[in-house]
């Protein structure tokens, strides 16, 4: 989807929050990364004007206050914000997995900036599963898509199976189970699909040395013994 946006010559920031790291589960991290990528993304007298800003804001809150203030989401959305002032030109924000942002409703409240400090020209394009859906889909001007991904991944994990000859015979095992345990998790369902081939590709005591890691079997919980 990033490439594809990129396509329009506009500038595409975006922060994918994953709950297998705590780094990436951080709001202030989100922001931190926008603010870095909008900088990197702008050049000549603009990249100028953002890292003076920066700047400004650095050594205000960081090097001459008496509070000395620490980095948080709260002063990295007013660097940002004033960044967007007057950005010359479209940016677009994709942030995905919301649901796995520890502290989704900053970003909510960020969205909802009273109007006369809203940038001008931003679009911003939000994922996650149902349970943020509360936080986002009563702000005016969001509009709501609703998406099926057990269908989804049915469909994918149901292709992708058919695909390799050498696992049709289980066929619907890893179908059903897959779908069982995803949990609406492309990634999941993938990295099963990815393991499963290359499981399936060894022989005897390669097989079982790989399965004797409990990190493949947890992954896999499910499929066998009956798979292989």
Known sequence: MVLELQKINDVVLYYFFRDDDAATTSASEMMASLVAQLIDASSGSEKRRLMEI????????V????TKRPRDFESLREIFTQMLQGYPGRVIILLDALDE???SSLVSNFLQLPEAHQPSDVRF????????????????????????????IALFITQKVEGNESLLPHRDRIIATVNENSEGMFRYAGTCFQVLVFINSLTGAAQLRVLSHS????LLAGFFPATF
């Open 215 to 218: 990190s493949a079997w947890t």
């Open 63 to 66: 090097l001459f206050s008496k």
């Open 101 to 103: 942002c520890t502290h």
């Open 54 to 61: 920066l700047r400004s804001s650095c050594q205000s809150n």
């Open 125 to 152: 394009f939000l994922t996650g599963r149902p349970v943020v859906g509360h936080l986002f889909r009563t702000i005016p001007g969001v509009a709501t898509i609703e998406m099926n991904a057990t269908a989804d």
